[in-house]
C-alpha cells in the first residue's frame, strides 16, 4: 500500500523543503562545529508550526495526522546532517508524546504550549550506563517521600540532553533489588532547574554532531508527585509503546537521508571523468548505483507500508521491528558504497557523504539495536 499524498500535503511538504534549503543547510556546517542547534532555531521552526503538527490546536499544534509527521521528517532529512533531524524528532516525537498521551490536562496545558512554541525542548532520558537494551533493568530509583518522590541514579547518551528543558525520565520506584524489573517502572517530568538534577558534559561522537549528547545525574533529585506521568510501575509498558513511533520515525530519516545521498552519488558519478569516460558509465559504478536505488526504494514501500498501518492504527511491533532494522541496515550499506563512489573526494569533510558516513552508523544502536529488533521479531514468530 503506498501513502497517497494531496494537494494539502504537497503544500506543506514544499513550506519544510524551503525552510531547510534557506534557514537549515547553509548553516548545519556551523551548528555542527559549535554542536548544537541555535535556541533560535527552534523558536523558528515553532513559529512555522512544525513542532506539534500532530498535537491538537488547544495546545498550539496543528491538530493534523502522522503523514503530515511523515513528511516533515522527510524534509528536515534531506538537511545534510542527520543530527537536526534526530534533535527535532526527539522532541516531538520521541519525548513530547509522553506528555500528550499521559499527561493529565493540568501537565498538558502546563507544558505543550511551551513545547510546540520551541520555547521549551525536552529529552527522553531511557538508557543508563549499565545498560540501554535492557529497559526492564533501569536502576535510577525513584524513593516516595509525601507529595514527592527523591531520584537517584544516571542516564546516558541523552539526546538533546545539555540544552533540554523537559527531561521525560524513567526511573524504578522501589529498590533495584527488588526484582520488580518492568513493574517497578515509572515515567517522570524533571525540569531543568531542579535541585539535585545535574546535566554532565557534552559527550563527544563519530556524528550526529550538531545534536547534543549529555549524561544526566540525579542525586536526592526531588521532584512533586504531580510530575508523575501516568500511573506508577505501569511505565514499561508506556515506554514499548512510545518506541513504536519513535522506531518508525528513525526509519522515515534513515530513508529520506539515504535517498538525498544516492541523488548526491548519481550527480557525481555523471560529473566525475576518468580515464576519459564519464564514472557513470562504467558498469561497475551503474551496477552499484543501481542496487542501491533498489534497496532504497524497497525500504521507502515498506516504510510507507507500516507508516500506514501506524496511521490506521494497525502496526504491530513485529512490523515496527521489521522497518528500523531493515531502512537503518539499508542506511550503512549506503553509507559505505556511495562514498566508495566518490574515491577519496568521499573521506574529506566537505563531502556530505563523509557526514553520513559517520551519522548512518549509529542508525542501527539508537532507538534499540538491530539485534534487539531481531528478538522482538523473533518473539512474535514465536521461534
Ligand atoms: C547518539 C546516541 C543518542 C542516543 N539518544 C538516546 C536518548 O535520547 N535517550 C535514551 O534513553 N537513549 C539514547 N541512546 C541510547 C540508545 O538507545 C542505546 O545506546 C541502545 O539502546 C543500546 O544500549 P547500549 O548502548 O547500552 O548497549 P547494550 O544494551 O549494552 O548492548 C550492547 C550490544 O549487545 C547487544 N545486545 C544487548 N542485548 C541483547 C540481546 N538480548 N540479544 C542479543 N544482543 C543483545 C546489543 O544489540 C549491542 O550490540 C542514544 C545512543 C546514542 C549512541
Not at 51 to 64: F, I, Q, T
Request: proline residues 3%; neutral net charge; hydrophobic residues 40%.
Amino acid at each position: 500500500m503506498d501513502w497517497v499524498f494531496k494537494e494539502e500535503h504537497e503544500i506543506f511538504r514544499n513550506q519544510v523543503r524551503q525552510f531547510v534549503e534557506k534557514e537549515v543547510t547553509p548553516y548545519i556546517e556551523e551548528w555542527e562545529t559549535q554542536g548544537e542547534i541555535p535556541k533560535e532555531v527552534w523558536k523558528r521552526m515553532g513559529e512555522l508550526g512544525f513542532l506539534g503538527v500532530e498535537y491538537p490546536e488547544e495546545y498550539g499544534g496543528s491538530g493534523a495526522d502522522f503523514t503530515y509527521t511523515l513528511i516533515l521528517m522527510e524534509e528536515l532529512a534531506r538537511c545534510g546532517a542527520m543530527g537536526f533531524p534526530i534533535s527535532v524528532s526527539v522532541h516531538t516525537d520521541m519525548a513530547s508524546p509522553y506528555i500528550f498521551s499521559l499527561g493529565t490536562e493540568e501537565q498538558k496545558r502546563k507544558y505543550l504550549p511551551q513545547i510546540i512554541k520551541g520555547e521549551k525542548i525536552c529529552a527522553i532520558a531511557i538508557t543508563e550506563p549499565t545498560g540501554g537494551s535492557d529497559v526492564a533493568g533501569i536502576r535510577t530509583q525513584a524513593k516516595q517521600y509525601g507529595n514527592c518522590y527523591a531520584l537517584h541514579g544516571s542516564k546516558v547518551f541523552i539526546t538533546n540532553g545539555v540544552k533540554a528543558d523537559i527531561y521525560i525520565v524513567a526511573a524504578r520506584v522501589g529498590e533495584p533489588e527488588d526484582q520488580l524489573r518492568h513493574r517497578g517502572i515509572s515515567i517522570f517530568i524533571v525540569e531543568r532547574g531542579t535541585p539535585g538534577l545535574r546535566i554532565g558534559r557534552k559527550l563527544q561522537k563519530m556524528g550526529w554532531l550538531c545534536s547534543d549528547t549529555a549524561e544526566l545525574f540525579f542525586d536526592e533529585c526531588i521532584v512533586p508527585k504531580e510530575n508523575l506521568l501516568g500511573e506508577e510501575g505501569k511505565g514499561f509498558r508506556e515506554i514499548m509503546r512510545h518506541f513504536q513511533r519513535e522506531r518508525l520515525v528513525i526509519s522515515i530519516i534513515s530513508v529520506s537521508a539515504s535517498q538525498k545521498v544516492i541523488e548526491d552519488a548519481i550527480t557525481y558519478a555523471r560529473e566525475r571523468v576518468v580515464f576519459n569516460r564519464q564514472l557513470s558509465k562504467f558498469q561497475v559504478i551503474r551496477h552499484k548505483i543501481a542496487d542501491m536505488v533498489t534497496y532504497i526504494e524497497a525500504a521507502k514501500r515498506l516504510t510507507y507500508h507500516v507508516a500506514w498501518l501506524f496511521y490506521k492504527g494497525k502496526a504491530t511491533d513485529k512490523d515496527v521491528s521489521t522497518v528500523k532494522l531493515f531502512t537503518t541496515e539499508v542506511a550503512n550499506r549506503i553509507a559505505y558504497d556511495s562514498l566508495q563512489i566518490y574515491g577519496g573526494y568521499g573521506y574529506m569533510r566537505e563531502f556530505p557523504v563523509e557526514r553520513f558516513y559517520r551519522d548512518a552508523r549509529v542508525l542501527t544502536i539508537g532507538a534499540g539495536t538491530s539485534e534487539i529488533m531481531k528478538e522482538i521479531i523473533a518473539k512474535r514468530l514465536e521461534l
